[in-house]
């Protein structure tokens, strides 16, 4: 079973139906869950897509969101890692580990998640990720 490490870019693509790569997130996600592949998300990737959907969207756009992901946790679509001390420290550590790159704490927890996950690809349109080593989709 194929493992992604889901990041807020897709998430909020996935939301902002004006966004460019609306449809094309939406298409993949969906295949992913007819698929059955297994979805990890974290915290972080929780709190900064909740924040930017309730900035950018309104609240009703943002409860959308967490029903889903409480749902989608709820069946098994997803797996949501919660931010723990080994976690956070990792976070930090991919900070030290890559100081030319700025990816934000959030993309540092995803790479600790992901890792600690052994995913086979992050799917969001992140470039961090592809820099630090992963398979991005949709790319």
Known sequence: MRRLYVDS??????????????????????GLRRRRCALVTSEAVMVETATRL?????LGATLE???????GVADGTFTLRESTAGLRAAAFGVMEENPR????????M?????????VD???????????????????
Request: glycine letters at 8%.
């Open 9 to 30: 870019s897709a998430f909020l693509a996935l939301f902002r139906r004006s966004d460019g790569r609306h449809a094309d997130v939406l298409a993949r996600f969906q």
């Open 54 to 58: 309730r900035y950018d969207l309104g």
């Open 65 to 71: 969101f967490r029903d889903n992901v409480v749902a």
């Open 101 to 108: 790159l700025r990816p934000s704490y959030a993309d540092c």
């Open 110 to 118: 995803g790479v600790a998640v992901a890792r600690d996950e052994e």
């Open 121 to 139: 690809a992050v799917f969001g349109l992140d470039t961090d990720f592809r820099e630090l080593g992963f398979r991005l989709e949709p790319g």
